[in-house]
């Protein structure tokens, strides 16, 4: 957590506080989803589904009439199975493989990561196998007889495309694409669901961000700093190690000490002492709710890609396309 001032944690919790209300008003929620699941472009429907809701614009609806209130949700079924269960599943076998239940296995990986956090954070940014080698060894296993793997990267690459476009095309996306609200279909397909933590960025909100995802790819140090600021993210003495540091991590791909090291934090500052050595330097002045969204889903979607074994990814780098075209497409 950012250390930051009062006034800045107000700013915070006030656009959160919008985000939550739509998360508890499930009319809100199905507003949310019609229009991005109207906004799915062809080519990507038929790699991804997003339910409509059954209002009264859907022709399901009994007379015209909306099944769907403030308090009830009502939507298309999606016949897949949480990812978040597919890998709990895949987890116990591994874990009797090993001759422990689940929970020993999870003990035992906590406390590892507690006595040497060096090493988990540099086994968490390591390369994943390509897509092409996952699709390989997932068709050995169905030859043996064996539940394939998912496959990682190709989900988190497909999932990184919805959401770029969702922030750059449409201007609204989901915040919180977490294992349990991606389903997997019989097919192959992607199903998104929990649309209740969506949030929406002005244009002039989507071009700093773009400006900010080329500047973080491209090692412009004075353009992440410019971009941050007209994003919404400053800090109280503008340090440049501190607002570097916590861009990248924010907005690149999470705690990297290689990305850290670059930026100008010491090599004698490992994770666990990072937050604390920056927060001496400096402190957070502002930092917006429409940031804190995108944030929150860069983090979302890294957390997803560390547990589909695709950790180590750069959510910058796969959104810089998006963000380069909707530069091109909107001049200053």
């Known amino acids: 957590m950012l250390p930051c001032r009062s006034s800045s ?3 915070l919790i006030d656009g959160l506080g919008k985000s939550f209300e739509a998360e508890f008003d499930f009319s809100k929620e199905a507003q949310y989803l019609r229009t991005c699941a109207s906004n799915l472009p062809p080519s990507m429907r038929t790699r991804v589904t997003i339910p409509l809701p059954i209002d009264g614009a859907h022709p399901s609806a009994p007379l015209g009439k909306s099944l769907c209130t403030k308090r009830v949700l009502t939507m298309e079924r999606v016949a897949g199975e949480p990812i978040k269960r597919r890998l709990r599943r ?17 003990a035992q990986l906590s406390e590892q990561a507690r006595a040497d956090p060096e090493r988990f954070a540099r086994m968490a940014s390591a390369k994943p196998f390509s897509e092409a080698l996952t699709t390989a060894y997932a068709g050995v296993l169905s030859m043996l007889g064996m539940e394939p793997p998912l496959n990682g990267p ?13 922030i750059f095309v449409d201007g609204v996306f989901n915040s919180d694409p977490h294992a349990g609200n991606v389903l997997v279909e019989a097919d192959g397909k992607l199903g998104l669901v929990d649309y209740g933590a969506c949030a929406e960025l002005t244009h002039a909100q989507r071009r700093a961000l773009a400006r900010l995802i080329v500047a973080i790819c491209d090692g412009d140090d004075d353009g ?3 971009a941050c600021s007209d994003f919404g993210f400053t800090s109280v003495k503008m340090d440049r190690v501190y607002m570097l540091a916590y861009a990248q991590i924010c907005f690149h791909r999470g705690y990297n000490m290689a990305d850290m090291r670059r930026v100008g934090v010491p090599s004698d500052v ?5 937050d604390l050595w920056l927060a001496k330097r400096d402190t957070l002045e502002r930092f917006e709710g429409s940031v804190a969204q995108v944030q929150r889903c860069i983090f979302v979607l890294l957390g997803l890609a560390q547990e589909l074994g695709a950790g180590g990814v750069s959510i910058a780098r796969m959104w810089r396309p998006h963000a380069k075209r909707y530069l091109a497409s909107h001049p200053e």
């Open 9 to 11: 944690v107000d700013d």
């Open 90 to 106: 895949a987890y116990e076998a591994y874990a009797r493989r090993q001759g422990m239940s689940l929970t020993e296995l999870q």
């Open 154 to 166: 190709a989900i988190v690459r497909l999932l990184c495309r919805v959401h770029a476009r969702q």
């Open 224 to 226: 992440v700093l410019d």
């Open 270 to 274: 490992g994770m666990a002492q990072l």
